[in-house]
């Protein structure tokens, strides 16, 4: 199916974004999409945001569980990576990441492009791991 028969989907209306960016020429790879680099950075920082809020401390990237790519991303579209706690352990925090893109601005179109899960250690002063504490 390609991006333009893609039914348009709507924003989260009960969140706030992480992160909201628009896509630039420099952004792209030699296919002319977005590089799929830079969608992972993005949703690392995106995710990094709620797993440093709930440690309360520095975190650190552990693993990435999952990372799908679902459509590609054009340069112009503006870009929202919406990210929330998953679960909490001891000393880690994971987190969901979906990525949404608004196309077109003069007929509107939202597609999700991605979704991922990620996992984040809780790091004290040293860069050594660390319990969290409760809420």
């Known amino acids: 199916m390609s991006e333009q028969s893609e ?12 992160l909201r ?6 952004d792209l790879n030699p296919a002319g999409d977005v590089f ?13 945001i709620p797993a440093r809020r709930r440690a309360k401390c520095r975190v650190a990237t552990i693993a990435v569980n999952s990372f799908l790519f679902k459509q590609p991303v054009s340069v112009g579209d503006l870009v929202s990576f919406y990210a929330a706690v998953r679960s909490v352990g001891r000393t880690s925090v994971t987190v969901d990441v979906e990525v949404y893109a ?3 601005p003069e007929h509107p179109v939202v597609v999700k492009v991605t979704e991922a899960t990620l ?3 809780a790091l004290d002063d040293r860069g050594r791991k660390r319990p969290i504490p409760s809420e």
Do not use: F, H, K
Not at 21 to 26: H, K, L
């Open 21 to 26: 960016i628009m896509t630039m020429p420099a």
């Open 119 to 121: 996992t984040y250690v």
């Open 102 to 104: 608004e196309r077109d």
């Open 36 to 48: 799929g680099g830079w969608i992972m950075a993005n949703v690392d920082i995106a995710g990094a």
């Open 7 to 18: 039914a348009s989907v709507a924003l989260p209306a009960d969140r706030q974004p992480a």
